[in-house]
Nanobody, 125 residues
Framework: QLQLVESGGGLVQPGGSLRLSCAAS????????ICWFRQAPGKEREGVSC????????IYADSMKGRFTISRDNAKNTVYLQMNSLKPEDTAVYYC??????????????????WGKGTLVTVSS
């Protein structure tokens, strides 16, 4: 059974950092693209970053470039999202999602086949 479990969310002050983890089970990362999405209260879910399974190539939403870094550890079957210089507008529930294909542009949420339950990130002083 394919499963994604996010962790690492919490409360952080503006300018701080957090690292989110997405632990995958029931499949290997080599054959799936993993993306992070986020959804703030009252807003639509938006793409944050993706990493392809075959070659580890990455894509980022424009507002996250230079602040967020996606990576993966195949041995642990886990994808990470390092978030630096956090802003209050980064407050959201962060989800990881999987798609059995390489991704070249940021997908829409409807394109993703599997989802975790999310982890809440709150950026506030």
């Amino acid at each position: 059974q394919l499963q994604l479990v996010e962790s690492g969310g919490g409360l952080v002050q503006p300018g701080g950092s957090l690292r989110l983890s997405c632990a995958a089970s029931g499949f290997t990362l080599d054959y799936y693209a993993i993306c992070w999405f986020r959804q703030a209260p009252g807003k639509e879910r938006e793409g944050v970053s993706c990493i392809s399974g075959s070659d580890g190539s990455t894509i980022y939403a424009d507002s996250m470039k230079g602040r967020f870094t996606i990576s993966r550890d195949n041995a642990k079957n886990t994808v990470y999202l390092q978030m630096n210089s956090l802003k209050p507008e980064d407050t959201a529930v962060y989800y990881c999602a999987a798609e059995p294909a390489d991704i070249e542009t940021m997908p829409l949420p409807n394109n993703m086949d599997y989802w975790g339950k999310g982890t809440l990130v709150t950026v506030s002083s």
